[in-house]
């Protein structure tokens, strides 16, 4: 079946941040430049979201926290070591 963009499914991005987290908003703007809709989630305003990524991200308890669709790809870093690699578009749905 051939696919149009506007029919292209696109996982949902979810990013756990919390406030004054330049990593946090490093992460966002990466995201922001691909023009990709992201879901952010307040570990230090939403009760129980820092339980929730924890459990999600293995332990892990650094923010952000990135994840596509189920995949967890971790923090800043990750990201954007996924994205010099040519890796990031494709998880994305870009390509
Ligand atoms: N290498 C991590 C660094 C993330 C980081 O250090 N985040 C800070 C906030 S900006 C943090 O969570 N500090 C508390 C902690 O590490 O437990 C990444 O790229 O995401």
Redesign the pocket.
């Known amino acids: 079946m051939n696919e149009t963009i506007s029919e292209k499914k696109m996982p949902e991005v979810v990013v756990y941040t ?1 406030a004054f ?4 908003v490093g ?1 966002k703007s990466l995201l922001e430049k691909k023009s990709v809709a992201y879901l952010e989630i307040r570990i230090d305003e939403e009760a129980g979201k820092r339980e929730e990524m924890e459990q999600r991200a293995g332990g892990r ?4 926290q990135i994840f596509i669709g189920d995949q967890h790809i ?5 990201l954007v070591e996924l994205d010099m690699d040519d890796e990031l578009d494709p998880l994305l749905g870009l390509e």
């Open positions: 919390m987290c330049g990593y946090c992460a308890d650094s923010v952000p971790g923090g800043f870093d990750e």
